[in-house]
Every structure is written in C-alpha cells, then in structure tokens.
C-alpha cells in the first residue's frame, strides 16, 4: 500500500471463525493517511434480506475489527438464551503485539475483553494462550460478561470486578529512569521480542521495570504514543511479572492468569509518566502482584491487580 492510495480487500468471515452458519463478504479499505481508526464501508452479499446484520468495519491498533451486531447466534449457549441480548464483532490481534514470541501479550489481550465491559474496574481472566493473526469472535452478554473465543475455545473472559490494591506515593519521572538500569531483563530474557517489555523490540513500549532503591517497588517511565486503554492494559501486565520476588526468571516462568484493571484517566500522549509494580502475596505456583500508572505530577490514572501462574516446566513452554 502506497500513503496517498487506498487499497481494497475483501474479508471473508466464516462460520467456522464466529460458530455461525453463515458467511459474508465485507469490502474493506484501508487509508493510509488515517493509520490511528478507519471507518469503511461494507457490502454485505449472499444474506436474505430479512436476517442482514448491520456490519461496521474498523481498522484499528489490534488488527481488524467488524462490528456484527446481529444475526449471528450464540455459541455456547441453551435455546434459551436471547439473541437480542447478546452483541459482537470479530477483531484480530496483529503480529506486533505478541508477548510470548507465537501468542499475544496477556494485558494486550485482556485490554481488548476488559475495555468492553461497562464498569469502573473489571477483572481479565485468560483461559489460553492468544493467538496472533487469527479472527476472534468478541462476544459482550446483557449480564455484563465479554468472551473472547476462537471457535468454540474460550481465549479470555472479562466481567466487573474491583481492584483491591492501593497504590503507594509516586516514583518520580527522574528515580523511574534510574530504576530502569536495575531491569533484570537486560541480563536475560524469557521473551525479548515481547511488545511491553522486550528488549530485542525497538518498536516495543519498552517498559523496563527496575528495582527502586532498597524496597520492593519497581518501577519504568513510560512516553505513550497515544490514550488508546489498550495500551495502560499492556503497561500494568509485565512489570507485574518483575515484581514477584519469589521467582527467578532466569530459571522460571510465570504466565498471566487474571488481570483486574481500573482505569480512572487516559494518560495524555507525548507526555511523560511512570509504571511502578509491587509484589502483594505468593501461595505456591500462585502469585501475586499490583500495579500502577502514573502522571508526572504523582497521580493515579490506573491501578492494577494481577495473578500469576508459575509454569511446572518452564522448558517446554511455547514448544
């Protein structure tokens, strides 16, 4: 695609991709003047007149998402379930937001249930590994619950939940900065090309959470690019990981099970602000950490609940 040309595509959105039986052909165009949202145009071919969803089409920073409002029935549901009450699209999560190298950054993932669900604070759980590359279906139920399935898998659930955690004072822009060279990553790294703290990735969000003087708090200045919430979700997953001081990441793995995220305000792009991390509990291979965003002036924009899951072989993992 040239900057000044617009391009089209036609996506085919199959019954085995949203567990319908039926297709349809969605004409897309992309302008490459509007990279941050663009609204397209759809055709819909092949439907009777009478069962036509009403279908949007976005080219957003996940990938591709069509709004499908209507017309396709629930998976995983009784007969009894109305279709009226129960709302989705399909969305694909793009190749650059990977966490581990063959699947998508867990806060990444957990951002795009979480941010549908209407609520102050909401709690993200993954059930499998995301994947990269591959047509969603994102279901949001009456009751308040987003789905995210591949098929009939569920890949991650989100529903209202409240975030438990307090976050302590403020790390400042400066001491965030000087934190970053205790970044136990620089010494080696399960996943260097990981979208939010990788170091092998340039393009990355490059958050390097280090260790803040003698206490527990680590912490990463951060420069978003934008206020997309998906991005304050990735942020507040990996240094979550780095708090935990009973794992040694040279040897272990933990993976993100659950992530319970209130958003109070968007941060303000081109601005600078801090991401700080702190461990809260361990049972087992269970753990536990908190996290936070800041703006440079010490104040709270998000605050975070995470739990961990310590894999029982770490060397098979992503095998």
């Not at 970044?183 to 170091?199: L, S």
């Not at 803040?212 to 420069?223: E, F, K, N, V």
């Not at 997953?237 to 990441?249: F, L, M, N």
Request: hydrophobic content about 40%; overall charge positive.
């Amino acid at each position: 695609m040239t900057a000044q040309r617009c391009t089209a595509q036609t996506l085919q959105c199959t019954a085995d991709a949203i567990g319908a039986r039926r297709s349809c052909a969605i004409h897309i165009a992309w302008r490459a003047q509007e990279p941050a949202l663009t609204v397209c145009s759809a055709r819909k071919q092949a439907l009777e007149p009478s069962r036509r969803p009403s279908v949007q089409l976005l080219a957003t920073s996940a990938g591709i998402s069509c709004s499908i409002p209507c017309g396709i029935p629930p998976a995983r549901r009784g007969s009894t379930a109305r279709q009226a009450d129960i709302v989705s699209d399909c969305v694909t999560i793009a190749r650059r937001f990977n966490g581990p190298p063959n699947s998508a950054n867990g806060g990444y993932t957990c951002g795009l249930v979480g941010t549908a669900v209407e609520a102050p604070s909401v709690r993200a759980s993954l059930r499998k590994p995301p994947p990269l590359e591959v047509p969603l279906l994102r279901r949001r139920e009456d009751h308040g619950c987003v789905s995210l399935l591949r098929g009939d898998d569920i890949i991650a659930t989100a529903v209202p939940a409240a975030v438990k955690a307090h976050a302590p004072p403020a790390p400042t822009v400066e001491e965030a900065e000087i934190a970053t060279r205790m970044y136990v990553g620089f010494a080696h790294h399960r996943f260097p090309t990981c979208f939010v703290c990788g170091t092998a990735r340039a393009d990355g969000l490059r958050i390097y959470a280090g260790q803040l003087g003698d206490g527990p708090l680590i912490a990463s200045p951060w420069t978003p690019q934008s206020d997309d919430p998906l991005l304050v979700w990735a942020v507040l997953d990996c240094p979550g990981a780095y708090a935990i001081e009973s794992v040694d990441h040279r040897t272990q793995i933990v993976v993100l099970a659950s992530l319970t995220v209130e958003l109070r305000q968007r941060p303000r792009a081109g601005e600078r602000h801090v991401v700080a991390a702190w461990p809260v509990a361990s049972e087992g291979r269970k753990h536990h950490s908190a996290s936070a965003l800041y703006d440079a002036a010490g104040r709270v924009l998000a605050i975070a609940d995470s739990l961990w899951i310590e894999l029982r072989d770490p060397v098979a993992f992503g095998r």
